[in-house]
C-alpha cells in the first residue's frame, strides 16, 4: 500500500514552495492532494491490527471492507467513523474541508485551470487548508 503519510508531508512541503513562488492553481492542486493524503494515511491507520494496509477490491480481500475512497473527502470521511463524526460536530471543518475540496471547480480538475483565483478568494482558500491541515494532523493524534 502506498505511505500517505509520508506523501502527505512531501506534498505539503510541495504545497509550501508552491505558496510562497506565488504558484496559486499549482498551490491549490497539492493542497488538495496533500489533504487527500493526510486522510488516507488517517484511514489507514484506523485499520485493526493483524490486517494488511491496503484497500479492499473487487479481487482482493485484506481482511478488512474499507476501500480507497478516491479523491472524495467525502467518501473518505465515510471510511473513518471516528473522524466523520468529529467533523459533524464542528461546521467550520466542513467548510474548510469544501473550500479545499472545490476551491471553484474540483481540486484534480483545477490543474487544468488557467485563470488564476483572485486575491481574496485565494486567501481565503490559503487560510482554509491550514486551519484544515493543522486539524486534522491534531485529530491523528487523538483518534
Known sequence: MEDYQTTFSERHTDTEALCSAGRKIAAMHFGGITIECLLKAMIVASLP???SKEWKTDSFDPGHTITNPGHS???ARKRHNRLNYRIQKFPE???WLE???HPNQ???D???SCS???DESYKRWLESYQRLRKWLE???TQL
Open 49 to 51: 491490527k493483524g490486517v
Open 110 to 112: 483545477i490543474r487544468y
Open 99 to 101: 473550500e479545499i475540496e
Open 138 to 140: 491534531r485529530q491523528a
Open 116 to 118: 488564476e483565483p483572485d
Open 106 to 108: 474540483h481540486f484534480i
Open 93 to 95: 471543518v466542513r467548510k
Open 73 to 75: 473527502y467525502v467518501e
